[in-house]
Each structure stands twice: as C-alpha cells, then as structure tokens.
C-alpha cells in the first residue's frame, strides 16, 4: 500500500492482473483514513485512473478524494491525473462533491 506511490508511472506492468487493481481497492477500503494514507491513496489512484484500468477502480476509491490531501508538487498521480479520461470518469460518478475535490487536488 505505501509502496505503490514510489513505482514510476506505466502501470502497464499490469496488463491482465486487474486482480491486483482490485485487491489494492479492498485494501484501501481497510486503512485508517489518516491524512498519509489519503495522500497515497490519491496519488496511486490518480496513476491508475491514467492508464486503460480506470473501469476497476471502485467508487469507494474515489471517495478518498474527499479527504483533500495536498499532493506534493513533485507527484506522479498529479502529472498523469489530469487528462480528459479522468475528468469525464470523475463526472460520470455524479457525485458533485467528489468532483470538487478532485478539481481541488490537481
């Protein structure tokens, strides 16, 4: 869990292992909600949501997004989050609040 935020970007060391993808969101779903871990959790999620696993990333995942943890300015998930397949997959949730804090964070 704290280890994923440190692999470089090309998550594509996980081309047909979406299990794994699942695995992390379960254990996402099991960790104190401190201020660290939301930092890393939004970090990774942000690389994921970039590349083509965007579909089993859950939405109780992007609800950590509305923990706001400030990104540091030097940040994987900050460089790679911001395309146009984020933002629509973000929208497409519905969730308004969800959709500010993500435009907060990035």
Do not use: F
Not at 18 to 23: F, K
Not at 36 to 47: I, K, R, S, T
Not at 93 to 105: F, G, H
């Amino acid at each position: 869990m704290l280890v994923l935020p440190c692999i470089p970007p090309g998550w594509n060391w996980l081309t047909g292992r979406e299990d794994l993808i699942q695995w992390w969101a379960l254990a996402v779903s099991t960790v104190p909600h401190t201020y660290e871990c939301a930092q890393d959790v939004v970090n990774v999620l942000l690389q994921i949501a970039s590349e083509k696993l965007l579909p089993y990333v859950t939405a109780g995942v992007w609800r950590w997004l509305t923990k706001r943890p400030a990104l540091p300015p030097v940040c994987w998930g900050r460089d790679v989050g911001t395309t146009i397949r984020i933002v629509d997959a973000v929208q497409d949730l519905e969730d308004v609040e969800i959709l500010k804090s993500y435009l907060l964070i990035v």
